[in-house]
Structures are given as C-alpha cells and as structure tokens.
C-alpha cells in the first residue's frame, strides 16, 4: 500500500506556497513530512502537529479546527493536533495516506481562493518555529547494519589481517543492541561530552575521565505505527505498513568507553548519553519513488524465511542520499562524506521482522535506528573513526587545524534527500548537535 505511486507523487504538480517551488527545496508539495513544533507567536504557544510546506510549517491543530478536511483525513488530523505524533502513529497507513492525500489537493496550487485563504492563516515561518521530538519514544533499539561500517571498524580496531572482519552473524540477521530512548534529544539541542571509564593504551587499569574519542554515527531513524501485541510477532511482508517515516538519526558515540566496556553484553554508556534525531518525519508514501532492489550480501547463507520476501527483494531498499558535515566553532562547515542508505546489507522491513520475530512489542512511535551507514567508498564513511584510522590519520579543516576525533565547540551536522529523474526531489532537513565540554 504504501509503495504504491499516486497523484501525490506527480513531479508536475506546484504549489500555491510559492517558496514550495523552488529548486532544491527539501520540502515541496510532494514530501509533506511532519513535525512537532511551536509557532513564533499566536494565542497558544503549546506545541503540535505540523506539516512542511517550502519554508513554512503548516499547524494541524489549526487546520483540524477548520471544516477543510473530512473523514479520515479529519481524525488524521485531530490526532496530530497535540504535543505528540503518537496517536496519529497508532492510525496506520490507510490514516496517513488520506491526510497526505487532503494536504497535497489544498496546497496544490490549483485549491480555490477559499481554501488558499483559510489555509494560508495556519502557515508560519519553518526558521522562526521550535520544534521538540515527533513522537514520545517509549523505546529506543539501535541497529548494526552495514557491511562497509562492520569492515572499516573492524580494521581499525584489529588491523588489517586479510581475514574478514564481519561476525559471523552479520550476514545472517540484522544485529542490534537496545539503546536509550530517555536521551533521545531533537535536532538543535547540545550534547555534554560524557565522563566515564577507559582503559588507556598499555595499561592494566582503567582511569575516568572526559571521552577523548567522541564520535558521530551517521544513520536513519525510523518512527513505528501502529505496532504488535506482546507475542505476536510482525510478519516480514506487513512490516513495511508499520512504517510511520524516517528521520535523520546521530548516535553520538564515545569510542574510548565503548571499547572498555562493549565486552560481553555491548555498547552501554558509550552511547546512552545522547541521539539526535531531525525533527522532519518523511513519510515512507514521499518515499516511495526512490526504493530499490534489494539483494543479500554475496557471502550470505541461504536466508531464513522470516527474513525473506519477494516484496522485499524487488524494492526493500531505499536511495537516501546522506551527508556529513563539520563545524569548528567559528569556523565554516565542511563536508566528512557522503553516502546512500541503498548500499544498507538490511532493509528496514527487515529489521523490524526480526525485532518482533520472539514476541518482542512495537509500540507507536518507537524509535529504531539504522545503525552507521557506510558505503563502499572512503569517501562514504559514516563515522570519525572510519576517517581517521581511529584517530591515527587525523582530518586537516580548513582552518588547519586537526580531528582524529570531535572537539569542543564543533556542530556536526547531518542531511539528507532523494533525487532522481521523474520525482520530485524530497529532503529531510538537518540533524544538528554540538560539542560541550564535560562538566
Ligand atoms: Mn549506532
């Protein structure tokens, strides 16, 4: 259902908000992506539900007390009227199709002066609005996904032995640690360089102290609908319905920590005290113009059931462009690479497949990242550590000086989009953070 291609993915169509139009736009009528925000000024400065249009944000608080829309798209809408997106979550695809539906007929530059006029008073400026986290993130599960970022960590942390560097695991199940969903913070907010235990090199005790190896994590993040019951599990080809959108997702990292402490039971304070996450949920229908074939990794067993399907397979994959960029306090932004999330070793539906496969629940607006996306190139490494051989191959900025790893003060940033002949071109916006010093 929500691959399916319709009149609101027609690359023709424009809008009657002008600044929807423009070239190069993340947001023009054929994303629609939502947030939760508050407006600059207005009689309620409660935050709610909205919708990007160019570089205005659209209040469904607003538009749900109007008599514009109806039926599904109407408690769509209602549902999207308060602090969070949770409920319209929980109202599944059929929901979210009728109010992307609704939404691109009234911005659609062909909508009567009637409706122009009673929609244009729901409309304020994207840059002077605050935004806060999409959804009430009851729980937070963190994948480990790419076969280029499984190699390049690997190499750095044991060398380059010519043997490979993928557990043997990888290519037979998409792996995940259960993260944090408490230190979920939006795009925007600062993020404390954490203390905690390293074991520094040649030693046989550990010593505390600030993180001296913070990194970033370039993946996605994915917002969950309606989600299971307890022990029933979500079948491989109904986990795409499950799929509220996608967001931009840094699991801000702490190399030093985690290499100490990973062992036996995985990742812990090394990566609990932040994750950003962008506060535009693009929505898997804007996104249906950019999936792909998606095939297992050559190396692979033969897959299991539950991780098979041929929906999968003919378009399980998505072409997200992804980028990421760093700022030295003062300084100018510079780029750190570039990938897609189609070079992923699992889709998304996968990941969700196997979450459940034991019984685990979903529950509406649940967070799951993507783990680090990491293409087949240098060039398209999706962490610090990548870059820098783990900090011994540092990167010179442009105001020369070097990072193995983040330093106070620097923003990272990152962003995404999808482009392509024949579609329009949809973005995601930022997911941006930046470095204070340990207190
Ligand atoms: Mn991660």
Same mark, same amino acid.
């Given at each position: 259902?929500?691959?399916?291609?319709?009149?609101?993915?027609?690359?023709?169509?424009?809008?009657?908000?002008?600044?929807?139009?423009?070239?190069?736009?993340?947001?023009?009528?054929?994303?629609?992506?939502?947030?939760?925000? =508050?407006?600059?000024?207005?009689?309620?400065?409660?935050?709610?539900?909205? !919708?990007?249009?160019?570089?205005?944000?659209?209040?469904?608080?607003?538009?749900?007390?109007?008599?514009?829309?109806?039926?599904?798209?109407?408690?769509?809408?209602?549902?999207?009227?308060?602090?969070?997106?949770?409920?319209?979550?929980?109202?599944?695809?059929?929901?979210?199709?009728?109010?992307?539906?609704?939404?691109?007929?009234?911005?659609?530059?062909?909508?009567?002066?009637?409706?122009?006029?009673?929609?244009?008073?729901?409309?304020?400026?994207?840059?002077?609005?605050?935004?806060?986290?999409?959804?009430?993130?009851?729980?937070?599960?963190?994948?480990?996904?790419?076969?280029?970022?499984?190699?390049?960590?690997?190499?750095?942390?044991?060398?380059?032995?010519?043997?490979?560097?993928?557990?043997?695991?990888?290519?037979?199940?998409?792996?995940?640690?259960?993260?944090?969903?408490?230190?979920?913070?939006?795009?925007?907010?600062?993020?404390?360089?954490?203390?905690?235990?390293?074991?520094?090199?040649?030693?046989?005790?550990?010593?505390?102290?600030?993180? =001296?190896r913070?990194d970033?994590?370039?993946?996605?993040?994915?917002?969950?609908? =309606?989600?299971?019951?307890?022990?029933?599990?979500?079948?491989?080809?109904?986990?795409?319905?499950?799929?509220?959108?996608? !967001?931009?997702?840094?699991?801000?990292s702490a190399r030093d920590i985690q290499a100490w402490e990973m062992?036996?039971?995985?990742p812990f304070l090394a990566k609990?005290?932040?994750?950003?996450?962008?506060?535009?949920? !693009?929505?898997?229908?804007?996104?249906?113009?950019?999936?792909?074939?998606?095939?297992?990794?050559?190396?692979?067993?033969?897959?299991?059931?539950?991780?098979?399907?041929?929906?999968?397979?003919? =378009?399980?994959?998505?072409?997200?462009?992804?980028?990421?960029?760093?700022?030295?306090?003062?300084?100018?932004?510079?780029?750190?690479?570039?990938?897609?999330?189609?070079?992923?070793?699992?889709?998304?539906?996968?990941?969700?497949?196997?979450?459940?496969?034991?019984?685990?629940?979903?529950?509406?607006?649940?967070?799951?990242?993507?783990?680090?996306?990491?293409?087949?190139?240098?060039?398209?490494?999706?962490?610090?550590?990548?870059?820098?051989?783990?900090?011994?191959?540092?990167?010179?900025?442009?105001?020369?000086?070097?990072?193995?790893?983040?330093?106070?003060?620097?923003?990272?940033?990152?962003?995404?989009?999808?482009?392509?002949?024949?579609?329009?071109?949809?973005?995601?916006?930022?997911?941006?953070?930046?470095?204070?010093?340990?207190?």
């Open positions: 259902m929500t691959t399916t291609l319709d009149f609101t993915h027609d690359s023709g169509a424009r809008s009657w908000v002008e600044s929807a139009n423009a070239a190069g736009t993340d947001f023009p009528l054929q994303n629609l992506p939502f947030a939760v925000f =508050r407006p600059p000024h207005g009689t309620s400065k409660q935050f709610r539900g909205g !919708v990007a249009i160019g570089d205005q944000v659209l209040d469904l608080a607003g538009l749900a007390a109007t008599a514009l829309l109806q039926g599904d798209a109407q408690k769509a809408a209602a549902a999207a009227a308060g602090t969070t997106l949770n409920g319209l979550c929980a109202q599944g695809p059929a929901a979210w199709r009728a109010l992307r539906q609704a939404l691109f007929a009234l911005l659609r530059s062909d909508a009567s002066a009637a409706q122009q006029a009673a929609m244009r008073v729901l409309l304020s400026p994207q840059a002077l609005a605050e935004y806060t986290l999409p959804t009430r993130i009851g729980n937070y599960t963190d994948f480990y996904t790419s076969i280029h970022h499984a190699r390049n960590t690997g190499r750095v942390m044991r060398g380059d032995t010519g043997v490979d560097l993928v557990s043997p695991n990888f290519r037979s199940m998409p792996i995940a640690y259960h993260g944090r969903a408490s230190s979920v913070i939006i795009s925007g907010q600062s993020v404390r360089r954490p203390k905690g235990q390293r074991l520094p090199p040649g030693d046989s005790a550990p010593v505390f102290g600030p993180t =001296r913070l970033y994590e370039l993946e996605l993040g994915v917002l969950i609908g =309606r989600g299971n019951a307890l022990g029933e599990p979500i079948a491989l080809a109904d986990a795409e319905a499950q799929v509220f959108g996608i !967001v931009l997702l840094n699991d801000w062992a036996p039971l995985g609990n005290f932040a994750t950003s996450i962008s506060p535009w949920v !693009v929505t898997l229908a804007a996104l249906a113009p950019y999936r792909q074939a998606w095939e297992p990794d050559a190396q692979a067993p033969p897959l299991l059931d539950y991780l098979d399907d041929a929906g999968v397979r003919a =378009r399980g994959a998505l072409d997200i462009q992804l980028e990421a960029w760093l700022q030295p306090a003062g300084g100018e932004a510079q780029r750190l690479s570039q990938t897609s999330f189609r070079h992923q070793s699992w889709t998304v539906p996968q990941m969700i497949a196997h979450h459940t496969v034991g019984g685990c629940n979903l529950q509406p607006g649940d967070l799951l990242g993507t783990g680090t996306i990491s293409g087949p190139e240098a060039s398209e490494a999706g962490t610090m550590i990548e870059i820098t051989h783990g900090g011994r191959q540092p990167l010179t900025l442009a105001d020369g000086t070097q990072r193995g790893f983040l330093e106070d003060g620097d923003a990272l940033m990152l962003r995404g989009w999808c482009e392509r002949p024949g579609a329009a071109r949809i973005g995601f916006g930022e997911c941006r953070g930046v470095v204070l010093p340990a207190v």
